[in-house]
């Protein structure tokens, strides 16, 4: 009978003895024990890629650079691979291919969603129907059934891999702008601009964008995993990262008919997989907990 | 009645929010005593902790942010404030029992009345669930709603607002409780709805000898309902007595500043003219807009139901407004005043009729030229909170309009924004924070700048002070009639606060149902109401004093209102006939 819905004055009173409080977004994210380890993975990741060359001891390419499946040792921290290559050089190399994986279909997908998504719900009427409806069809698909798609089109090989995962997603990011662009939309600040005469490009670049980005930045980052997931599944089908690249996805399915004598060139890329989906999976909770303190509480 | 000992006695209550550096204190010290049978109302201002001190006795205070430190709360020879959720939980809902604010949202969508309703006798006082529904239809009579059996079976969103309220009432008194925690329980609701709620209260109240905790912003009410006051600001107890001291001899400058600012229906009764609050006003000059016959249906969209009915929001309104001069749009939800206002401005488009603004018909104009006529016609809106772009700074929401209208940029541009900063009593380093930085207030003054910004002839103003403290009303009304009379702004005011109306209008329009039931100069239809409705509106008003009774409410039959063509009763006051 008591519903514990507050009302808008205690909303107001925590609101003004909880004012001087606002930290800022950094603070907020490495407070979080998510965003904190979220944050330091991908440092992690991001410090391999840049200084590949540099941190691993050997070139990844390189065959015969130790015995032919060797298990870990001191020389070869994860063991050779089947060509004798050192399995952690590749890790560390794999490093910067799945960044790029991640930043390039998240950049395609982000993009062409939000201004699809941006454009159909400041328009509304007929535009916002067609396009939407378009959005609809694509999104009735699996992602990864577009992707084969786009890859039968395009060819194989792990750029395509790239293009293909970005343009699969788009139909979901420009769904999740177009309604918060309808919510944006609905509020007096947007009524307040049109009112004061404002034009189209206005409205939607100086008042809609600004407020949808955060939304979009905790999406985008969340989807990198997705994106680095998809990326690595395609390789292991072979329509991906073509031999020799140590691409992580196509190290896992080499290592397929090796799995009982060599099990550490299955385990080390999958556990790097694994880990860096961890990791942008934590950051972009981090990320939505530092942008609104409010959802941390429930 | 002799050595009467306290129902509820709170002392030293302190309660605060976060930890360490960030520790918040939002109540400190606080103590009342509450007599059986007595309405006790805690009054003060946004942050004042007077919801948070309630919320805090019936151990519904976010867990986790807030922290009680000291106090004690004793009730029936226990410690509210030291009881484990168990025992709270079977205080609340039977000896302690709570109304809210938003009628809307405090009832369960999915449940029907009768379960809502049944819930806590089932679940406090063991009844069966037979003897529980005869309870909750006498309840459901009694708090005044027909019908109870069919009642029972509704769903919330059945209900309007002020039905809604009448059951949240009849769940809480259903109990008999002890206490009645009454948190802003009229505030959502329209004038005409807030007095037979309170008639109601009052009535049950004695009926049951219930004790009253009225947490409330609005003097009108606590003049109306309190036995004894308690004034809070920032967290503290500012002043306590009984209702009449408070308001005739009040001890404290806060309470004083308080009661001052109330704005009283009647004050300015004698004058023809809004205050004069610059030497030399403009004065009312030629007509600057003229509207007639504006009608506006919303139509439920839909793929199979296109077209099918709706609703009428407007219907035949049309007016006239002279440049310098303040036309208010009174009435009460549903009214269509605010969507006659969004109609001037072309925010909406209408079904019919038409809107000249210096004699250009702005139906007529294509969308580049509407953005252009928009220089001569801005708009301040009700919720400062939502009203301004959070993601924009104070200095470029002010200049925005500038921008648009291409009248000023580089230095220029800088120049004019500080200017209009300080115009309207803000600081020109203001102008580099955001809007979450300022107070309500300041963020209305926000609005204000940036409505001036462009010398508009015409500001719509949609209940601009509605969600302002009073003291903090006072003060933007101030500024709002001082830049009236020195620029010779012309104002279409749009308030449900008819003492707020008496204050700033030339002229008042009382709007129902999508219609103008009466129109004319503030004085005739303020003093000397010519439609039933108007005068309703009138006499419900809350009086903030307490040695005021008001009369008994006017019976209106809505069905028989007169609500025909306008017809000219005296110079240039119209009533529906």
Known sequence: MIHSSSTADLADDLALASA??????????????????GLAIVAVLIFAALTAPIIAPFDPLRMAAGPRLQPPSLAHPMGTDDFGRDVFSRIIFGARLTLQIGVIAVGISLTCGLLLGLVAGYSSGWTERVLMRLVDVLFSFTEIVIALACLAIFGVGLTNAMIAIGIASIPFYARVTHSVVLVEKGKPYFEAAVAAGAGHIRLIFMHLLPNVVPTLIVIGTLGVSTAILAAAGLSFLGLGAQPPQPEWGFMLSSSRDLISRAPWMMIFPGLAIAITVL???????????????????? | MTARTPLLSVKGLTISFGRGRH??????????????????????ESGSGKSVSSMAL???????????????????????????????RGIRGDRVTMIFQEPMTSLTPVLRIGQQLTEALIEHKGMSRAEAATRGREMLNLVGLDDPPRRMRQFPHELSGGMRQRVMIAMAMASDPAILLADEPTTALDVTVQAQILDLMRDLKTRFGTSIILITHDMGVVAEMADRVVVMRKGR??????????????????????????????AHAAAAEPRQVVDSPARPGARLLHTEGMSKTFRQRGLFAAKSGGTAAMQDVGFDLAAGETLALVGESGSGKSTTGRAVLRLLDLDAGVIEIDGIDMRKLSGANVRKARREMQMIFQDPFASLNPRLSAGRLVAEPMVIHGLAKGRELQDR??????????????MRRFPHEFSGGQRQRLSIARALSVNPKLIVADEPTSALDVSVQAQVLELMLELKQSLGLAYLFISHDMAVVEEVAHRVAVMRRGRIVEIGPRQAVLNDPRHPYTSALLAAVPVPDPTRRRGTLPTLDAGRLPMGPLTEIAPQHMVAT
């Open chain 1, 20 to 37: 001087p409080q606002r930290r800022s977004f950094w603070r907020a994210l490495l407070g979080s024990p998510s965003g904190l380890i």
């Open chain 1, 279 to 298: 990791g942008f999976n934590l950051l972009g909770d981090g990320i939505r907990e530092a942008l609104d303190p409010r959802q941390t509480e429930r």
């Open chain 2, 23 to 44: 520790r918040n204190v939002a109540v400190k010290g606080l103590s009342y005593d509450l007599m059986p049978g007595e309405t006790l109302a805690i009054v003060g």
């Open chain 2, 58 to 88: 019936l151990g519904l205070l976010p867990p986790g942010s807030a922290n009680i430190e000291t106090g004690t709360a004793s009730f029936d020879g226990r410690d509210l404030l030291k009881l484990s959720d168990e025992e709270l």
């Open chain 2, 237 to 266: 107890k500012i002043e306590e007595g009984p209702v009449r001291q408070i308001f005739e001899t009040p001890q404290e400058d806060y309470t004083k500043a308080l009661l001052a600012a109330v704005p009283r229906l009647g």
């Open chain 2, 417 to 430: 924004t500080e200017q209009l900063f300080l115009r309207v009593g803000l600081e020109a380093d203001h």
